[in-house]
């Protein structure tokens, strides 16, 4: 029915990212759940604890839970029963993070074994480096302009260069041409080291050659020191792990003054930096006009120095970083805002030393406001006879949102019997290879079938069963279409080596099915025994979500990146309607109880309604979080899951959390207030965002994703 997305990555790049943006843990508030009247979530009640022991191996490690001060371990800890956000740490192993480690009665320990980073000797014969790792400088310039684009060293530096390296000799090679050659030494481990001392005495780029080859390149530049009253960012965000950042305010200008020098600190004086025209003056101080600005999309940012425009990285380790900010009165009126989300006034509510606004109001999403958000997965569905029963692709709940269980494993693709409501279908890319099945409601999974699947080029999109017949179930795959004809038992393939994004099945006539494909829709009248194009990919955009009109199943939606279309004649003809950027196989939805009303998930920018079948759409009052999955329940009651937090709009049309007490951790105070989800804003204070409430106003920052 619905996916998870399961997204690798460059390597390098992540290397490279998380020397910029590591993040730390903010203050733990708590959180709190009130009203329950108008809240699906549960009262407030005294929670039950437990003491649990905690340790490590090695031992030694610092631990973070839900926020709190750290604990090293070992220790002992009195947990309250429920679901913590748990992180370890420890110099030379990588960290571990549990965002879902639920404490029962009978929980009496915590060990968790950490993993070893690779020595220096590993990561040489790995490659990713090169062949040369060196114990501290010089970095390089590399991969994006989230790089390190500087060496770490500057203008006058006397340093030790020493390392290891594949290769027997190599030579440092200056601006001028002048070079140092390093001879290296065979170790026991089969690689090399070398080490000499060397005097950087020129301003430029140097080479490190080896054969006549170039094997990596640096520059050496003057020390750049930022002089007050330049904004820096770690003074806004203290927290936040970029450091040496002018701080900008997005869409406006700032001065920045710089003490340029050598690395001794001695001034450079009327010097030029050979950078967008700046040079220093008789006291070795440059000075310049720095500005922000959004651009095309909502992430997407032009830097301009002195009105040029510049790299996010303009000289040695000197940053520009944009931040977002939006300003209220203390009543709520909007006085100035950059942030695209956040063009209106707000309700503030006061309570004691809280302010209390309602979420979406003031422009931060659930997982920068609460860092243990995100543990409920990013899919939700009903079952179609019972609405009570409704499942994350991490959590069940069986009476409506009341209450959640954790499922027996975490899954990437899920789909539920459409008879028998205990009975769970799942794929997993922990274990890739097999199709699983529970017959308890999602607490315990076991392996049924084979499906055969290569993560390194393969991914399964979807599983769906057939509504008229539960024996056969359809995986939509990144390679083929599968079908099973004894309930997932076996596999055969019936489109091959073709991309298959999404499949949709005809509710009456379920001979009747719909695939997305890289050729475009294809449609079968014969349960995947022969397929006709019935609409060609748009601008290469492949359909990511197919939905039947429960009703009138001769009415069909589509959506992809730019374009929302309708059939209104299985298939026959199409008609461009609207130009959402549809992301995933959960964005559309159709009331099965009064089919006129269609709903549409606009990737990071909201949700839209239709009363009039699609024809005419409005954006509706809903969170600015990144909405994942939307669903309607038999009942008509309309489901989303958001950051990894589910919720369910009342009767009011506004959309509150279930069981917020349980998937809301590691921020604020938060409580329903006249049928509204309201955040406690003088509580927010992450790594990257920030509030500050005093006086006559409240200042809402956030720090701008500057990566490319």
């Not at 500057?154 to 390296?165: A, K, M």
């Not at 450091?243 to 200008?253: D, L, R, S, T």
């Not at 006291?283 to 120095?305: D, L």
């Not at 990071?604 to 509706?620: L, N, P, T, V």
Request: with cysteine; proline share 5%.
């Amino acid at each position: 029915m619905v996916t998870k997305k399961f997204k690798g990555g460059n390597f390098m790049k992540k290397i490279i990212i998380i020397v910029f943006l590591f993040v730390l843990l903010a203050s733990f508030t708590g959180c709190g759940v009130k009203d329950t009247n108008t809240s699906p979530s549960n009262p407030v009640q005294v929670k039950q604890t437990k003491i649990v022991k905690i340790d490590s191996n090695p031992q030694g490690a610092t631990v973070f839970i839900d926020n709190n001060n750290p604990i090293t371990t070992p220790a002992e800890v009195e947990f309250s029963i429920g679901i913590h956000f748990i992180t370890f740490r420890k110099e030379g192993y990588e960290g571990f993070v549990q965002k879902d480690f639920e404490v029962k009665e009978d929980t009496t320990s915590i060990n968790v074994t950490l993993k070893k980073l690779p020595t220096t000797e590993e990561i040489l014969k790995f490659g990713v480096l090169g062949p040369v790792a060196f114990d501290t400088v010089p970095h390089f310039a590399c991969c994006s302009a989230a790089a390190i684009a500087y060496s770490n060293i500057f203008y006058g530096d006397t340093l030790t260069i020493s390392g290891l390296t594949t290769l027997e000799s190599f030579d440092f090679v200056f601006p001028s041409g002048k070079k140092v050659h390093f001879d290296t030494e065979r170790t026991l481990s089969g690689v090399r080291k070398f080490s000499k001392v060397v005097t950087f005495d020129e301003v430029g780029g140097y080479e490190i050659i080896s054969n006549g080859e170039r094997k990596y390149f640096f520059e050496v530049c003057y020390k750049a020191t930022v002089l007050p009253p330049t904004p820096k960012l770690e003074d806004l965000f203290p927290s936040c792990g970029i450091k040496n950042a002018i701080a900008v305010p997005i869409g406006k200008e700032v001065e920045a003054r710089l003490l340029i020098t050598d690395a001794k600190g001695n001034p450079i004086k009327n010097t030029s930096l050979g950078v967008y025209d700046l040079k220093t003056d008789n006291a070795g101080i440059v000075s310049f006009k720095a500005r922000v600005v959004r651009t095309e999309c909502e992430h997407c940012y032009a830097i301009y120095v002195n009105g040029k425009q510049a790299d996010l990285t303009i000289y040695a380790d000197l940053l520009i970083w944009g931040y977002d900010y939006a300003k209220f009165s203390k009543f709520g009126k909007l006085i100035e805002s950059s942030m695209p989300q956040v063009k209106l006034d707000a309700k503030v509510v006061l309570d004691g030393g809280s302010v209390y606004m309602p979420y979406g109001s003031f422009g931060l999403k659930l997982n920068e406001i609460f860092l243990g958000s995100g543990i409920g997965g990013d899919v939700i569905i009903s079952h179609p006879k019972n609405p009570s029963i409704i499942y994350t692709n991490s959590f069940v709940s069986k009476d409506g949102g009341e209450h959640f269980e954790k499922l027996g494993m975490s899954l990437n693709t899920i789909a539920l019997h459409p008879d028998m409501q205990e009975i769970v279908f799942g794929w997993s890319v922990n274990s890739p290879n097999d199709f699983l099945q529970s017959t308890d409601y999602g607490l315990h999974f076991e392996k049924i079938g084979n499906v055969r699947i290569n993560l390194a080029n393969n991914f399964v999109e979807q599983i769906v069963v057939d509504p008229k017949n539960p024996e056969r179930i359809y995986l939509a795959t990144s390679k083929w279409l599968y079908r099973s004809e004894d309930g997932g038992k076996t596999f055969n393939p019936i489109i091959q080596n073709e991309l298959v994004k999404f499949i949709a099945i005809n509710p009456r006539d379920s001979n009747i099915i719909f695939v997305s494909s890289e050729r475009g829709i294809l449609k079968s009248e014969d349960s995947g025994k022969t397929w006709n194009i019935v609409k060609n990919n748009t601008n290469g955009n492949m359909v990511n979500c197919i939905v039947f009109d429960p009703k009138n199943v001769n009415t069909v939606y589509t959506g992809s990146y730019y374009e929302f279309s309708v059939s209104k004649d299985s298939g026959k003809t199409w008609e461009k309607i609207g130009e959402f950027l549809i992301d995933n196989n959960g964005s559309i939805a159709v009331n099965p109880l009064k089919h006129n009303i269609v709903y549409v998930v606009s990737f990071r920018d909201g949700i839209y309604k239709s009363e009039d079948y699609g024809k005419h759409f409005a954006k509706i009052d809903s969170p600015v979080g990144d909405v994942s999955s939307i669903a309607f329940d038999s009942k008509g009651e309309l489901l989303f899951i958001d950051n990894g937090v589910p919720f369910k709009m009342n009767e009011k049309g506004n959309f509150l959390p279930l069981r917020g007490d349980m998937f809301l951790v590691g921020g604020p105070e938060w409580k329903i207030i006249d049928g509204k989800f309201f955040i406690d804003v003088s509580g927010v204070n992450t790594s990257g965002v920030k509030a500050v409430v005093g006086g006559n106003y409240m200042d809402i920052y956030k720090v701008c994703d500057m990566l490319p």
